[in-house]
């Protein structure tokens, strides 16, 4: 396994979701953000004390973007030929083994993992065994 390429610090500007207007106060009103449409709504008028709206200014840099903790960026994984094509782009990107993968193809995965130095994030799944 190859350690990340270094990289700049990762700085998150906000880690809360943004919730729904109103939706601690109604079991009807889900959480997921959505935009408040009304001629007197306080929240899209931007008062002070209220809820913020998500604007582009709360994006990431650019050249963390994706990127984990570890520095690496996750590239979704199905077989062995899918990885295969992170020989070259190793210290870039991490293999993520999909959630429908058997157990049997799992172990191949991660076996060519190793062999080429590739990071996986779930190594773990579904191949140990309760004793």
């Known amino acids: 396994m190859v350690a990340a390429k270094k990289h700049i610090p990762i ?17 009807c009103v889900d959480a997921n953000w959505r935009k408040p449409k009304g001629i007197d709504n306080r929240v899209r008028r931007r008062f002070k004390g209220q809820a913020a709206m998500p ?15 570890s520095g690496h960026k996750a590239f979704l994984v199905h077989n062995t030929n899918d990885v295969d094509l992170l020989l070259m782009h190793n210290k870039t990107f991490a293999a993520e083994i999909g959630h429908a993968v058997s157990s049997r193809k799992r172990i191949e995965i991660i ?4 062999q080429l130095g590739v990071k996986v994030t779930n190594p773990k799944a579904r191949v140990t065994t309760e004793i």
């Open 111 to 114: 076996a060519r993992a190793k």
């Open 11 to 27: 700085v998150k500007k906000r880690t809360k979701r943004f919730n729904r207007h109103q939706s601690d106060a109604y079991m």
């Open 55 to 69: 604007s582009i200014g709360y994006g990431s840099n650019k050249k963390t973007r994706h990127m984990m903790p």
